[in-house]
């Protein structure tokens, strides 16, 4: 069973740069076929796709691409998300969440979620 | 940016028949698009209901179903019941590799 669970600090002032990393267990991450995606919902909000990678590369929510990287580190079975220059309105529970290949709208495995608050 | 746009509320009797719909804020959703609509409760993460426009996700009651309705992709769900009372999202792909989440539904049954 494949489980995935966000870690990272809950607190972030602005204009500092927010760090989550999603460790992945039950499935190995450089496996080919998945994709490795970020999601964002604000309190009382929708859900905002913020960007995935995955083996041959990475993709961007255009709105945030300027700010957002997403990185893998295949020895430790995680992916990481860096959103730089952060304000109040990246406060938001983040989740990472898993698809697959010809099916890449379905996440089919989702962390738990981490609340991330932008203040000073 | 293209929107993608849902209905922010909804309301079913118990037992009757809704239809959620998903479309753009400029042209049509199509299967190209390849949408997908999730279900999600309060403090849970989202759980997928339909992939690939009509796929049901393994584990969802046949009373929920997708397809294609005058250009919007539409979540239809059959015999509602207390416990669909949620939040639907819808997500579709606008090429590229960018997915997109409608604002979502706030389906209310009573």
Known sequence: QVQLQESGPGLVKPSQ??????TVS???????GYYWSWIRQPAGKGLEWIGRIYT???NYNPSLKSRV????????NQFSLKVSSVTAADTAVYYCARSVTGAAGNFDYWGQGTLVTVSS | QTVVTQE??????PGGTVTLTCGLSSGSVSTRYYPTWYQQTPGQAPRT???????RSSGVPD???GSILENKAALTITGAQADDESDYYCVVHMGNGIWV?????KLTVL
């Open chain 1, 69 to 76: 990287t997403i990185s893998v580190d295949t020895s430790k």
């Open chain 1, 56 to 58: 041959s590369g990475s």
């Open chain 1, 26 to 32: 039950g499935g190995s991450i450089s496996s080919g």
């Open chain 2, 101 to 105: 989440f409608g604002g979502g539904t």
């Open chain 2, 63 to 65: 009373r929920f179903s």
């Open chain 2, 8 to 13: 922010p509320s909804f309301s079913v009797s």
């Open chain 2, 49 to 55: 209901l339909i992939y690939n426009t009509n796929t």
């Open chain 1, 17 to 22: 740069t927010l760090s989550l990393t999603c």
